[in-house]
């Protein structure tokens, strides 16, 4: 089993910035690729950025440039360091890992006033 729990967000005005953080704890050592997920209300889920045990990283379109993704050697944290924010990036944020079966962290709020 894993347990994800994020922290970090919150309101920040656009054009500023906002990291997130997730805790990952439990079966660490069974963990490959880990990722950022945000939802809006009423929309699907949508991929934001990934990183692969290797390091590669992946992103969506239109953050590119702005977001960066990372995780520390023991795999315990995921990232997201998130600059120059638009409103359009207002969403739950939700951190993701793969192992033996996927797992969701609960979610964490980021608001972008305009």
């Known amino acids: 089993q894993v347990q994800l729990v994020e922290s970090g967000g919150g309101y920040v005005q656009a054009g500023g910035s906002l990291r997130l953080s997730c805790a990952v704890s439990g079966n660490i050592l069974g963990i490959g690729a880990m990722a950022w997920y945000r939802q809006v209300p009423g929309k699907q889920r949508d991929f934001v950025a990934s990183?692969?045990?290797?390091?590669?990283?992946f992103y969506e379109d239109s953050v590119k440039g702005r977001f960066t993704i990372s995780r520390d050697k023991a795999g315990a944290t995921l990232a997201l360091q998130m600059n120059s924010l638009k409103s359009e990036d207002t969403a739950v944020y939700y951190c993701f890992a793969r192992g033996l079966d996927d797992y969701w962290g609960q979610g964490t709020q980021v608001t972008v006033s305009s």
């Open positions: 990183i692969l045990k290797s390091g590669n990283t």
